[in-house]
């Protein structure tokens, strides 16, 4: 049974979701095209010090989006999603499933949001775990709240100098 809590902006949230957001100094159209061209998305994907390839990126619903992320340890984690929803320039929602070389693997719905705010952008991210025990085995063994967290400030940065 999913306990009830609230984020600080008041949305209910289960124990089986992660929930991160960050004002972006960056028009939600910028933004946009940030997450949905693989040329810039490759530029800002991840933690810090990770790098990314993208297989393929077809951003449409039922559309498929493999990448590998190459951590600095030199550790990869392939991903494979699918996207469920695509609302230009609102929302993307997907199907995510990924993993670290040699490990299980995870799986969770994600959507990322982007809420106009003149010439910067509220983004946040959604995500929902099958259960209470994969969202806290993602948090500790993945970083995923401190990964989530810094892969914003990249965005953000990126967009910020204008060099996307």
């Known amino acids: 049974m999913d ?3 609230k984020n600080d902006t008041g949305q209910i949230l289960s124990d089986r979701e992660i929930v ?5 100094d960056a028009p939600r159209e910028l933004v946009w095209e ?3 061209d693989p040329g810039q998305i490759v530029k800002w994907w991840g933690p810090e010090g990770f790098t990314t390839t993208i297989e393929e990126m077809n951003v449409r619903p039922g559309g498929v989006w493999k990448h590998v992320m190459h951590g600095p340890d030199g ?6 999603s699918i996207f469920t929803e695509v609302v230009k320039p609102e929302r993307i929602s997907f199907s995510h499933g990924g993993r670290r070389q040699g490990d299980a693997g995870v799986r969770f719905e994600a959507t990322w949001s982007f809420e ?3 010439d910067k952008t509220g983004v946040t991210i959604r995500m929902v775990f099958p259960s209470v025990e994969d969202r806290d085995r993602v948090v500790k063994e993945y970083g995923a ?5 810094q892969t914003l400030v990249r965005l953000d940065v990126l967009l910020s100098k204008g060099s996307a």
């Open 75 to 80: 550790v990869d984690y392939p991903n494979e």
């Open 20 to 24: 991160v957001s960050r004002i972006v």
């Open 34 to 36: 940030a997450w949905t």
């Open 116 to 118: 106009n705010l003149g």
């Open 145 to 149: 709240v401190e990964g989530a967290e």
């Open 3 to 5: 306990v009830k809590r």
